[in-house]
């Protein structure tokens, strides 16, 4: 009976597309918490006592992670 002999470089090559569906997969969550996401907001704006009408306003969220 023959006895099959360990090559590290072939089972390295065999394992890299497992590795990369691997890696792909598990990169998918991260993929999708960077969206964009919507908010309605309904009231009045008002700087110094004056009232602004129509006025675009652009909201942020301070990242807390970096």
Known sequence: MKQK???PGSSA????P???IYLFFLALP????AENTAVHVRGKLVC???SFNN???EMY???KYI
């Open 61 to 63: 969220k301070k990242n």
């Open 30 to 33: 991260s993929l999708s918490i």
């Open 18 to 20: 497992t590795l990369i």
């Open 5 to 7: 002999t360990f090559s």
């Open 48 to 50: 110094n006592g004056k």
């Open 13 to 16: 090559k065999e394992m890299q």
């Open 55 to 57: 006025q675009k306003i």
